[in-house]
Structure formats: C-alpha cells, structure tokens
C-alpha cells in the first residue's frame, strides 16, 4: 500500500511518502480502503512530540472508507460497508486496519469526505459540551480556538443546545465566518486580552464553562473568564505553546473546577456510537456542517502539515489517497 510515515519526529519534512507492508484484518479488526482521512491536530502533535516506536511509523487516526475484509470474530460489520473509524495510528495510508468497537457506520445519504471531517471534531465537541462540561442551555460558554474543526462544532452545538456562544479567533474575519456558524459573540485573541474582555461581554460574571483547543500561554486568561464555580475543559494544545499552567490561587477563590479529556479513550462505548449515530444524521441533514479549509493528495502529507501549522486553516483539512 501506499502511505505516508516518518521515522524519527520533526516537521512535515520528516515525512515520506511510499509503499509499506499492507495491514491485515487480525481478530476482532476489519480492514479500510480509506477514501478521505481527516488530519487531526493530534496528527501534528504527535509528528512532532512521539517517538515512534517501530519505525517507520504511519500516523494519523481518523479516515474514512469502504470495509475491504474483516477478521475473525467479527460479526455486525461486513465487506463493502462505508465506515468511519479511528485507531491510534495508521490512518495516514491506502489501508487502515481498525479494532471493531472504533468503527462507526456512516449512512447511505451522507458523504464519506463528510464523515471523516465528522467524526473526531463533533465527537470531542460533544463530550467537552455534554459529558464533561454538563452545559446546560442558557449558560454561557467560552471556545477558545475556535476555527478548528473541534472548535466550529463546539460552536455549532453549543448553540444548538440554547447556549450563548463567545468564540476566540485570530482575525475579525475569521470571527465573521464563526458568527455565521452560531457564535454569539467573538474575541481576537491577538487583539484583545481574553479574561478582560469576556467579563466585559458577561457583565462582569464571566461564563459558566471554557472549552479550551488551543493550550499555551493563555490559560491563566481564560480561567478569569470564568465565573465562580465555573469550569474549563482542557481538550487540546493546537497552539504548540508551553506554559499551560496555573497556580492554586487562580482556581481556589473562585472555586473553579479545571478537567481534561481524550475523546480517543471514550470512542469505543455504546454512548459514544449512540451520539455519532446522531451527530452523522444531523450532517447527512445539514443541520450542522465542517468546512473543508484544503484537499491533498496523501502523496503531498508533508504539505497538509505543513498547512495545518502555518496556514491558519478554518476547519479541517482532507488527505485523499
């Protein structure tokens, strides 16, 4: 098969592109002719900060296809079945070999390219919102970072579910495209301190939970978003930067509760098929939607990292075979 896998970690440069061993459908797994991978913000993360173990290393984890075999065991999936799935390496490739319980049915009326882009964003999205941070409509959510995929379905949702919406972004025009997708409010982040300017916008409270993609310097800011007992959800670091951390005296007076998530270790449950059956339905519907920023050949991975660090991309970014 043909994919595209680096030996040791770096920039997009370490990445090549060739024919490895092709993958096979072991017990319990089925094998994916993938048709569109999604390149995920763990994908750059994981480039450049994880050692690969067994080199050469095919990165990646969320694509999108048509079951090609299935291994033993496996019964309620069959060959020619479109699916999106996710495994914790080897999306970046022609063939994806996936355990079964991270395999999701994608439905006839919805298209494949639209399933990739679906899955890892809206399913993060959803369990920052629902799970973990417990919105509840009419409070008040700060996204931070959000003109990534994760982030436009945070927004989108959140405002579904009777939210108001405050979303940070790094120009006014990207802040425009954000109103248009549900946010009620936006903040420039490189224009504006982030902490000041949402207690402006709350009157003074703050809001009731922060979903922050981005990580970094910012952190302390948004924990002054944040009303008394509020709480922020730490669920990625898309901005690259170090320094992510707080003291006891910027949560205890406030009371404020401060948790993280990895969407990848929920994927498996029956709750988690359960809401991306919904989430696939909304989108097959156009109820909610994630804008394709570029299109790559996988042939040209290095330059779809590339642009997923330096090209400010609005939404998701599509690899094909």
Known sequence: MKAAYYDINGGPDVLDYGDLPDPTATDGHVLVRVQAISLEGGDVLGRRNNPPRHPPHVGGYAAAGVIESVGSGVTNLAVGQRVACFNWQGSHAELFAVPVPFVFPVPDALDIKVAAVGLIAF?????????????????????????????????????????TVIATASSAQRIGRLQSFGATHGIDYRQENIGVRTRE????????????????????????????????????????EGGGTFEFSDIAPESLAVFGMLFGKELHTARVHEMIAGIFDDMATGRISMPVDRTFPLAEAAAAHRHAEEGHPFGRILLVP
């Open 123 to 163: 399913g993060t999205a959803h369990d920052a919102l629902f799970e973990f941070g417990r919105l509840e409509p009419g409070e008040t959510v700060l996204v931070q970072g959000a003109a990534g995929g994760v982030g436009l379905a945070a927004v989108q949702l959140a405002n579904r579910a009777g939210a």
């Open 201 to 240: 916008l709350t009157d003074g409270v703050g809001v009731d939970l922060v979903v922050d993609l981005a990580g970094g310097n910012a952190l302390r800011s948004l924990l002054q978003a944040l009303r008394y007992r509020g709480r922020l959800i730490a669920v990625g670091g898309a901005s690259g």
